[in-house]
């Protein structure tokens, strides 16, 4: 990649997170807002030097902080998470494809407690499975 290309994708990356920042994770987004996020999104994945993740999946290694999704099972949760006894403070995935794990967790917050839930995107197992060959694992802890 060029250096003009890195600076774009640099310059796309800053414009995609100053977007999402205060739409909850997707779920404030209004139609115009989904449209131009899709946008942002399309032009990065043309500029993506990896287009490939099978033959380079330890590029997914490290831990993942989700600022915004689009049209997904977890927006019930996220709905959930609206209401004022209950807050959806974090949603995070940590990928270690040398020992193929996955684990996900979301911290949940209300006036009356706060606690951790793992493995909520239990999904993933099927969805990954085609891109490692083999079965994922979810750990059980962090």
């Known amino acids: 990649m060029t250096e003009l290309e890195d600076n774009k994708v640099a310059k796309l990356k800053r414009c995609l997170v100053d977007y999402v920042y205060g739409m909850e994770f997707g779920l404030r987004a209004g139609l115009e807002e989904r449209v131009e996020i899709l946008e942002l999104v399309n ?71 706060h606690f951790l839930l793992q493995e909520i995107f239990l999904y993933l197992k099927q969805l990954l499975k085609p891109l490692f060959g083999t079965s994922v694992n979810s750990s059980k802890h962090l």
């Open 43 to 113: 032009q990065l994945e043309a500029l993506n030097s990896t287009p490939a993740l099978k033959e380079s999946p330890d590029l997914l290694d490290g831990n993942w902080v989700l600022l915004y999704m689009g049209f997904s099972e977890l927006l019930p949760l996220l709905a959930v998470g609206s209401t004022p006894l209950l807050k959806v403070n974090k949603i995070t995935q940590s990928i270690n494809t040398s020992i193929l794990t996955i684990v996900n967790s979301t911290t949940l917050s209300s006036p009356f407690f």
